[in-house]
């Protein structure tokens, strides 16, 4: 059976009827609930505190405190623990501390908390005030019905995903843990083959590459006085070359020396006295020079002596250059004949030793994981061979045996054969899994972030995962909550400065609003015409995002977010009650009263 709509939606405290009490007994500032222990010690003559005194019970509002829990003087100011029970009928039924009794200012409705005569009875208009918001609440939640039950819908859907998704992708997961077992283990079992294949091949290595370097060297040896002998005859040329070109450069250094001496020698004939004191003259001025071109280029002995030298140092460079050219032809000539004679010796060259390896350690594996689904692993096109292999080790008695030590049908494989498949397939192979797994690692700490809803959130929420929510400007600041993500504040200057209040990370808190004595969960007015009281909302579950920016003493900043009904998914509010501590209100159809109805019909 369908439960029946509800017509108005009644605060809690209106509910609470007064308890019934002796008609006899009256207790100034009495909570109804706890009227028993009073009338008890009525009885008995004896109040006892809570806190372990026991006192006459005419002690109790005697303006004196007795107990340290203020519970002897509830209808007096003379505890400061105390609290004081405004009993108004049909109004706001509330406490209020003990230090506001017989203060002059009238805090209950019925003035109760006053001298008689202080205050005015205001329970009536009261009354009538809380009616006025509980219609006012009761049309927003009609408004938000319809959205409410689309969120409660997507919300479902939101959620049967993320479960369906954990769910495939720990299955996946696990099928690659296996896949990877079996991988590991198929290395594993070739690991020993193809180390000592390795071996094989680099001994094989070793033997081509001396025969190479043998037949290179006896190859170089047979060139080398070929060459030599060529450009032995291009240095002979060169130096007679040379040999020449000094001689010319001798006479025209004697021709030159000749006629400067010619030339003086007619100087000094042809000048009289006085020339050649100008002539002495000119010798200390600048005649030097001509003296000292001379001196350069010297005697005949001495031209002689520095052309034969400049001879030496140019015949030394030819044939220095010469053995520069034989060295570098014959090294050019090795390097390109290397690569022939390197197929040649391999060719030749005994091939390692095939290895016998059992046949059960080169099956292929079928994957049946999603994420490689129905691939062939562990084999791939360029092992043809080794497949051509092992289907005929059965019928060739060269190619397969039986083991003495009962490993059963064996394969010959070629050394090279083995290490690539090892390296290009198997381990190859293994790697991809690996690949895989990283995926499946990555995808599930996505869901686990969708995860952060956990198993207590309200189904509608889920329909608000990673939507984010910016308010309007709440005095010089906007808020954005990203649901289950973060909580950022920006301030509405044009700098549009920003600061992280918190991440969220699957930590809530519950809260009763009518335990926060004035505190704003308990405040009557709606916040706006579309978003009613916070007193109506049913989730009194509120989210805290955490760690977030610095703030002055090394403090992090902490949000939590209450939910408010409402039409419109949106924050509405927000205050800071102490240092780097917020409370944001967000309004939600999620938090309307009849959506917990639709949850008992649907269920």
């Given at each position: ?298 005697g005949g002995s001495e031209i002689e ?224 015409d579309r978003v009613a009281s916070p ?69």
């Amino acid at each position: 059976m369908k439960r029946a709509p509800i017509a108005l939606v009644v605060p809690a405290f209106l509910l609470v009827a007064h308890l019934p009490l002796f008609s006899s007994f009256h207790l100034r500032g009495l909570n109804p609930r706890a009227s028993h222990q009073y009338v008890t010690a009525q009885q008995n003559g004896t109040f006892y505190c809570s806190s372990g005194e026991s006192v006459p019970f005419e002690y109790v509002n005697d303006d004196y405190c007795d107990c340290r829990s203020g519970e002897d003087e509830i209808g007096t100011s003379a505890c400061s623990e105390g609290s004081f029970y405004c009993g108004g009928i049909g109004a706001k039924q509330r406490r209020i501390p003990s230090s506001r009794v017989d203060d002059g200012i009238c805090d209950c409705c019925d003035g109760g908390d006053e001298k008689e005569g202080v205050c005015e009875n205001q329970c009536q208009a009261e009354q009538e005030n809380i009616f006025d918001i509980i219609r006012s609440n009761q049309v927003i939640i009609n408004s938000a019905k319809s959205e409410t039950e689309m969120m409660f819908a997507k919300g479902k859907i939101a959620k049967d995903r993320i479960e369906k998704e954990m769910k495939e992708n720990e299955e996946e997961r696990a099928c690659l843990s296996v896949l990877k077992e079996k991988g590991e283990e198929k290395r594993e079992q070739l690991r020993a083959y193809v180390d000592e294949a390795k071996a094989r091949v680099e001994k094989w290595h070793q033997s081509v590459t001396a025969k190479v370097e043998e037949e290179i060297t006896a190859y170089v040896n047979e060139e080398r006085p070929k060459i030599e002998e060529r450009e032995r005859e291009r240095m002979e040329e060169e130096k007679r070359e040379a040999r020449e070109s000094h001689a010319k450069m001798e006479a025209e250094m004697r021709e030159e020396v000749a006629r400067r001496e010619e030339e003086e020698k007619k100087r000094k004939e042809n000048e009289g006295d006085e020339a050649v004191a100008e002539k002495g003259e000119s010798k200390e001025d600048g005649g030097g020079s001509e003296v000292q071109v001379e001196d350069n280029m010297g005697g005949g002995s001495e031209i002689e002596a520095k052309v034969e030298s400049s001879l030496d140092e140019t015949l030394a460079i030819i044939e220095d250059e010469m053995k520069r050219r034989v060295d570098f032809e014959v090294d050019d000539m090795a390097r390109q004949k290397r690569p022939e004679v390197q197929v040649e010796v391999e060719k030749n060259m005994p091939l390692p030793t095939p290895l016998r390896v059992p046949s059960s350690h080169l099956t292929s594996l079928t994957s049946t994981c999603t994420k490689l689904k129905g691939e062939k692993l562990f084999e791939s096109g360029k092992n043809v061979v080794l497949a051509r292999i092992v289907s005929s080790s059965s019928t060739s008695s060269s190619t397969s045996a039986s083991s003495s030590d009962g490993e059963g049908e064996v394969v010959d494989i070629p050394a090279r054969t083995l290490i690539d498949f090892y390296n290009d397939v198997v381990d190859f192979d293994v790697k991809k899994i690996e690949v895989a797994m990283r995926e499946a690692e990555q995808q599930q700490k996505s869901i686990d972030d969708d995860g952060k809803l956990g198993p207590s959130t309200p189904l509608p929420l889920y329909h608000l995962h990673n939507k984010c929510f910016t308010s309007s400007a709440i005095a010089e600041f906007e808020y954005e909550v990203c649901m289950f993500n973060k909580v950022t504040q920006r301030e509405k200057s044009s700098a549009k400065r920003s600061q992280q209040l918190g991440v969220f990370n699957k930590k809530w808190v519950d809260f009763a609003p009518f335990d926060q004595g004035e505190n704003r969960l308990g405040k009557m007015q709606p916040f706006s015409d579309r978003v009613a009281s916070p007193y109506v909302s049913m989730l009194q579950s509120a989210m805290i995002y955490e760690e977030g920016a610095y703030c002055g003493g090394g403090v992090r900043r902490e949000t939590t977010v209450f939910f408010v009904c409402g039409e419109v998914n949106a924050v509405v509010d927000a205050e800071e009650p102490s240092m780097c501590k917020y409370n944001l209100f967000f309004s939600t159809p999620a938090a309307c009263p009849h959506m917990y109805h639709l949850r008992a019909d649907l269920n």
